[in-house]
């Protein structure tokens, strides 16, 4: 079973609004802390938001708090991530990762989707 299988993404309207999701096998769900990462054109890849396994949420950095938001959903063992009012910096890879729990530091990583943001 692919412990961590990603959805999403595609082609959005700037000041749209987007979900990825982060299917996880049921023993990662349970046990692992699961993050987001994106990653621009040219750019590192950087984390955007993780939440640990009692569904506390921490964010990257001030402007993604306003406009990203994390979730698990227990019932489908799924993580989400949820993007409005998208701009034109948003465009890039999203990476659905287990990590450290506490930590920005990936253990595994998910296959990645697309997000692209035209004006």
């Known amino acids: 079973q692919v412990p961590l299988m990603q959805s999403g993404g595609g082609s959005v309207q700037a000041g749209g609004s987007l979900r990825l999701a982060c299917k996880a096998s049921t023993s990662v769900y349970r046990n692992e802390c699961l993050g987001w990462f994106r990653q621009a054109l040219g750019q590192e890849r950087e984390g955007v938001a993780r939440?640990?396994?009692?569904?506390?949420?921490?964010y990257g950095g001030v402007p993604v708090k306003d406009r990203f938001t994390i979730s698990r959903d227990n019932a489908e063992t799924t993580v989400y991530l949820d993007i409005n009012n998208l701009q034109a910096e948003d465009s890039g890879w999203y990476y659905c990762a287990a990590v450290v729990c506490g930590t920005w530091r990936p253990k595994y990583w998910g296959l990645g989707a697309r997000v692209t943001v035209s004006s």
């Open positions: 939440i640990d396994t009692a569904g506390i949420a921490t």
